[in-house]
Structures are given as C-alpha cells and as structure tokens.
C-alpha cells in the first residue's frame, strides 16, 4: 500500500510522532495504521507523543564554541528535576554538538536532520523522552562566528537558567567577552547600542513618557526637556554600552570594552522558559472535579 501525504497526517494525529519517524512507521509496515502504531511504540516514539501536550517550561541553556563559531541553545524540560539529570544534560551536549557541526537554518531543519548516531534530532529527543518520561523539547539555538582577533564571552548563570553568547570586537581576551556575559545575564539588555532601536520604539517611547509628563501637571515648556531626559534613562535600561558595569557600577559597560581595546559586536542572551506560558494547577477545583463525577 503507498504511504500517501493523508496516511501520515493520520498517524502523526493519533499518535502526535513527528513526520519522518510516522512516514518510516508507515513504509515499514506497508502502509498499515495499526502496525505503524505498534511499530512507534515499540521504538518508544508513541509513548513521547502522549506528553505532546504537556507544558515543558523548564530546562537548561548551553553555549559550546569551537574554533570561530559557538552556538546557544536552550533545551526545556517539564521539570527543573530532569534539568539536572545527567541523561537530559548529555542530550543537550550533543545537540549543541551536532547544531554547531551542521549549522541548521532553522529549529524546524534542525529537527530533521541527522545525528552521528544515524538518527534525525526529532527521533533522538523522542528516544531521551521515552527514557527520561518527561517532554523534552530543542525551543531555540543561535550560531554566531567570529574572526581571529575576536572573543567569544560564554556565560551560564545558575546552572543555565540563563545562557549568554556574545562576540567582541578588537580582543582576543575571553575573560573580558565573558564579563560582558555576565553583565548581560545579570540586567537583561535588549540591544548594543541606541543605533539598534528602531524609530518606531523610540518614537513610541517618547510619546508616552510626554503624556506621562503632561499627566504630572508639567508645564508644556518644560515638558520636551523633561522627556528627552527620561528617554535618555530609557536607553540606559535597555542599551548595554549605556548601562552601569555590574563589576563596577562607577563605569558604564562602553567605557569598560574601550578601555580593553574592544568593542560590543553582538550577544544573545536565553533566560529559560521565557515568554512560554506555564500552566497553572489548581489542585482544590481539580480534586472538587474528580468528586462531582
């Protein structure tokens, strides 16, 4: 029986395995749904498809250089627990192994291709979650390459709860990149500089700090000083080389990279679980649910 596009839209829908692993289940069975489904659970595929539905909020973030090139990624977990897991680690390792080597252009391609193991990374995942028994997911990663006479700063904040990758510019001194990661970790700044803000959010932030300064009674002549002022603390929030050094608050972050000969190129900061919206169990309403039936 041919595999057609339906049969594994069919299966991947009973049984939530990805694509690749359902057109294999499908071909090595003849196209039969029941064997195919047989055929996952056997390979533990289908015993990781039930938890598709879970939240997986938790986990690690990882850097790993070699050479010019290094890589972040973040790998989550539904629990902090299996986050320490040895197993669960090693998984994380070798993704960002085989992330740095094949350089994917997407999470989506990543998924698909395949490992020294001879397996995709989605067929890999699958099999640490049949073993581990939680939902694991690869949520992002980010390549970044560099020259000779840069410095990858590495950085990994309570175990890699938080994750930082950046690149100076003008240093070969890792210590010096890395306190710059440090730096980030610690005041999560959205940008480099100012020259990386689009007009559109500092336009939007100048009419609201206005408004703002309209709102406080301020007399108009003084209102457009007042705001260029806050604006000016605006950049200071989100603008790395404006803000205060962590390791020496006397000394913004620009005037500590000069110092070193060094410029900012670019850093990627990951906090993990950021922006996933975690499920909030209520235990008493789902025990009253349970009684009512």
Same mark, same amino acid.
């Given at each position: 029986m041919a595999v057609t596009a339906q049969l594994v839209k069919e299966l991947r829908e009973k049984t939530g395995a990805g694509m690749m692993d359902c057109k294999k289940a499908l071909t090595e069975t003849g196209g039969d749904i029941d064997k195919a489904i047989d055929f996952l659970r056997e390979k533990g595929i289908a015993k990781a498809a039930k938890k598709a539905d879970r939240i997986a909020a938790e986990g690690t973030t990882f850097t790993l250089s070699s050479g010019n090139e290094a890589v972040i990624l973040e790998v989550n977990s539904e629990t902090d627990f299996v986050a320490k897991n040895e197993n669960f680690q090693k998984l994380v390792k070798e993704l960002a192994e085989h992330l740095l080597s094949q350089k994917p252009e997407s999470s989506e391609a990543a998924l698909t291709s395949t490992m020294p193991n %001879? =397996?995709?990374v989605e067929a890999t995942i699958n099999s640490a979650i049949a073993t581990i028994g939680e939902k694991l997911s690869l949520r992002r990663f980010t390549i970044l390459t560099k020259t000779d006479n840069d410095a990858f700063g590495e950085y990994l904040h309570m175990g890699g709860r938080i994750g930082v990758l950046t690149v100076l510019e003008g240093t070969t001194d890792a210590s010096v990149a890395k306190d710059i990661a440090l730096h980030a970790a610690a005041l999560n700044p959205k940008y480099v500089s100012r020259d990386e803000v689009s007009a559109e959010e500092t336009e939007r932030e100048r009419e609201v700090l206005t408004q703002q300064a309209l709102n406080e009674g301020k007399p108009e002549n !003084?209102?457009? $000083?007042? &705001? #260029? %002022? *806050?604006?000016? $603390? +605006?950049? #200071? /929030? !989100?603008? !790395? &080389? /404006?803000?205060? +050094? &962590?390791? =020496?608050? /006397?000394?913004?972050? *620009?005037?500590?990279v000069e110092s070193k000969g060094a410029t900012i190129k670019t850093f990627v900061r990951y906090e993990v679980g950021e922006g996933i919206e975690k499920r909030q169990d209520n235990f008493a309403e789902e025990v009253m649910s349970q009684v009512k039936k």
């Open positions: %001879g =397996n995709t !003084i209102v457009a $000083k007042m &705001v #260029e %002022g *806050r604006l000016s $603390k +605006f950049f #200071e /929030d !989100i603008c !790395i &080389v /404006d803000q205060a +050094f &962590v390791k =020496n608050p /006397d000394q913004k972050v *620009r005037q500590y």
